[in-house]
């Protein structure tokens, strides 16, 4: 980290809802990013600033300068994220959906590089990272993925309980009860509709 926000982002969904949105995980900050099929809607990926943009938004608040993307690198990060969700998914079922060794194949080879070298502040907090370039972040990106699938929570990666919708998040709560994307959007919904059915329900 390198700065004291919240962890998490602001998603914006068409038609202006705006909610926070902590997923957990640096890695499945990602994939609300875009994607193929039904997640093209929310791209924001087209240009390397769309990716400069989401990483001073991300867990690592990095400022725009520290990282240069080329346009091969962006789409690499996009095979990356794509793969990654692919693979979220696989573990939010349980196995009803089983990985695809080739997405396997691309978060290895992005985590066999150099990742972003971290730095140490005189005053023993986190700085930045030392300037590095989009296949540096995309090693940084797959070997957080790595480190989730085979850590002590891999077993809490969920997606989201409502119906409509299809965000995925790991459970870091110390219950691991965690249920919705965000108590303030799905969450929220489910009480009023429950609340609601109590009050339609037939007394007797």
């Given at each position: ?68 993307i080329s346009d091969d690198q962006l789409a ?129």
């Amino acid at each position: 980290m390198t700065d004291e926000r919240s962890p998490g982002l602001v998603l914006h969904y068409p038609g202006g809802a705006r909610f926070h949105f902590d997923p957990g995980a640096l890695c499945l900050e990602l994939l609300p990013t875009g994607g193929p099929g039904p997640y093209a809607r929310y791209e924001i990926l087209h240009r390397p600033s769309g990716l400069l943009e989401w990483l001073g938004q991300s867990r690592l608040g990095l400022p725009a300068d520290a990282v240069r993307i080329s346009d091969d690198q962006l789409a690499a990060v996009r095979t990356l994220r794509d793969a990654l969700r692919r693979l979220t998914a696989a573990r939010a079922s349980g196995g009803r959906a089983p990985a695809d060794p080739a997405d396997h194949t691309v978060l290895n080879r992005a985590a066999a590089r150099p990742p972003l070298a971290p730095q140490i502040a005189p005053d023993g907090t986190a700085a930045p990272p030392l300037p590095g370039d989009g296949d540096q972040l995309a090693s940084t990106l797959a070997r957080d993925a790595i480190a989730l699938f085979t850590g002590p929570y891999a077993d809490r990666i969920r997606e989201c309980g409502a119906d409509d919708c299809q965000l995925l998040f790991v459970d870091t709560s110390r219950p691991g009860r965690r249920r919705w994307c965000s108590m303030e959007r799905c969450g929220n919904r489910h009480k009023v509709r429950a609340l609601r059915a109590r009050r339609e329900r037939p007394e007797g």
